[in-house]
């Protein structure tokens, strides 16, 4: 399958802030791979490593087999590119940024903009600036649609917008990446939204990926586990995560099968388990702990 | 492609380029109605005589002129681009980013050059009315230092804008008014005459500035 983005043991810091160390990971072609992370875990980072608007201290970021600092104006066509907040160029009005970018691309595809505008109440002559957020945003929208890209890279894309916009975002995103051979590299705050969207997921923790799976290995594999125990001391096992007391009650979290988890917790004196599948939200809660 | 970027700099600075035009007009029209009101009211012999024994500046108007529009300018250009951080969309457009950089400053030069060179022709040409060719000349020298200090100050001003870190920004302020200061220094007419090349060697190097400034936003400077 065909690599599409590559970053090979990305090292960086904010001063002496370590952000990663050794980051690797790959995205292939035709897939979707959602960034996860509490804030500060460096998903901007990534994307602006990933765009060459960020020297690391060390490693490198390929896309489309070329190197993040040296991308050149054939493969720059072939990314669609959204900045966190959806920023464009507010100084134009609706018509005017559509006849700016429509000459930069070879297969500009003048109806997909319009026809997203016009859901929105805006006219033509509606200068980007006046708009709510929830408007620039289909505004984003429709000028990559119909840039047509074969990558996508769009940081935070839910940031910002209520939950109608948010759920006609993902749902024109999904229709997008069907269309085939699309590939889409996001992050988002908003994990709810990642679930309806994501094939694969990538989860970070501070200075490192904590997890990278597809999205339904995780819904399948990981569950949360409830149980009494008359202990003071978390349960530590390698196949549990973020074990921890509430209220009278344990809670844990494993990819583990459930008879596996019950034998582990039994031997520690756990009663009255009970397995619970989760959200994404949750999986990812569970992962990364609640702090 | 580069259309589409000269029509995202035209829709930027074009409100700006029409008050210029206005400015720049008005201030050439009223140093013509001053001139010709101190003909009229003192008459040629003690107007020559200001110009050239007390050595009076012909067009004092256009001083700082040059200057604040260039100002102005670099503003209307580079302040979009730097909020929000909008120059990664603009480095992102599928062109040599160099060449992107480059247009930008043509653009705004060229803008700038067209406004300073009509302006001298209406200048030069209406004093050669009243004045001998020697006045003339002189007029150009005297005020050539202002117009390049306007040319100067746009490309340091694009220097200060496109500069990631504030506090380097304020650093390069200081210089950028420093040097900009050589331009302004009191002198009788002539005075300027041999140090126009250094002006002009130091403009042409102001070229350079703002892709360092770019440089730096690449490399995501903090």
Redesign the interface.
């Given at each position: 399958m065909e690599t599409i983005i590559q970053c090979e043991n990305i090292t960086h810091y904010?001063g002496n802030r370590l952000i990663y160390k050794d980051l690797n990971f790959e995205v292939h072609k035709g897939k979707i791979l959602g960034l996860l992370g509490k804030n500060g875990t460096g998903k901007t980072t990534i994307i602006?490593i990933l765009?060459?608007?960020?020297?690391p201290r060390s490693g490198v970021c390929r896309i489309f087999g070329e190197e993040m600092?040296n991308l050149s104006?054939?493969t720059?066509?072939r990314?669609g590119?959204l900045?966190e907040?959806h920023?464009?160029?507010t100084?134009?009005n609706v018509q005017?940024i559509e006849?700016?970018?429509?000459?930069?691309?070879p297969h500009w595809k003048k109806d997909a903009y319009y026809d997203l505008l016009k859901k929105l109440q805006v006219s033509t002559t509606q200068k980007i600036n006046t708009m709510s957020c929830g408007q620039r945003s289909q505004v984003a929208l429709g000028l990559l649609f119909a840039q047509d890209p074969e990558l996508l890279i769009m940081d935070d894309f839910s940031m910002g917008l209520d939950p109608g916009y948010r759920r006609l975002f993902v749902e024109y995103l999904k229709d997008f990446a069907a269309e085939g051979n699309k590939t889409i590299f996001l992050t988002s705050h908003i994990i709810q939204d990642m679930e309806l969207l994501i094939d694969d997921c990538i989860i970070m923790d501070y200075g490192r990926i904590l997890l990278h799976q597809p999205t339904g290995y995780i819904m399948d594999n990981f569950r949360r586990f409830r149980f009494s125990a008359d202990r003071e001391q978390a349960v530590v096992h390698e196949k549990l995560w973020n074990t921890e007391r509430i209220g009278n009650r344990w809670e844990t979290y494993s990819f583990a099968p459930v008879q596996e988890v019950k034998s582990i917790l039994e031997t520690q004196g756990a009663t009255d388990l009970k397995a619970e599948e989760l959200s994404l939200e949750e999986a990812f809660i569970g992962l990364t702990g609640k702090y | 492609?580069y259309?589409?970027l000269f029509?995202?700099e035209w829709?930027?600075t074009w409100k700006l380029i029409a008050l210029a035009t206005i400015v720049f007009g008005g201030s050439i029209t009223y140093s013509f109605i001053s001139i010709t009101q101190d003909l009229r009211v003192a008459g040629a012999i003690d107007v020559w005589e200001a110009v050239i024994m007390k050595d009076l500046p012909l067009l004092p108007t256009l001083k700082w002129l040059p200057l604040l529009v260039s100002v102005l300018l670099a503003l209307a250009q580079y302040v979009?681009e730097m909020q929000?951080?909008?120059l990664?969309?603009t480095?992102?457009?599928?062109?040599?980013e160099s060449g992107i950089v480059l247009f930008m400053l043509s653009y705004g030069i060229t803008i700038l050059l067209s406004i300073y060179i009509i302006s001298y022709i209406i200048l030069l040409s209406g004093l050669s009315i009243w004045f001998p060719s020697e006045f003339v000349l002189s007029s150009f020298y005297t005020t050539a230092p202002w117009f390049l200090a306007g040319l100067s100050a746009y490309l340091l001003t694009t220097w200060v804008c496109l500069e990631p870190v504030w506090k380097h920004r304020i650093i390069n302020a200081v210089f950028a008014v420093s040097g900009l200061s050589l331009f302004f220094i009191d002198a009788r007419s002539g005075g300027y005459n041999l140090f126009i090349p250094y002006l002009l060697v130091f403009t042409v190097l102001g070229l350079l500035f703002p892709f360092y400034s770019v440089i730096r936003?690449?490399?995501?400077a903090?």
């Open positions: 904010y602006n765009n060459g608007y960020l020297r600092e104006p054939t720059k066509s990314i590119l900045l907040g920023i464009q160029h100084y134009f005017q006849r700016y970018y429509s000459r930069f691309f | 492609m259309n589409a029509y995202k829709v930027k979009p929000d951080k909008r990664k969309l480095l992102h457009l599928p062109l040599p936003f690449k490399e995501g903090q």
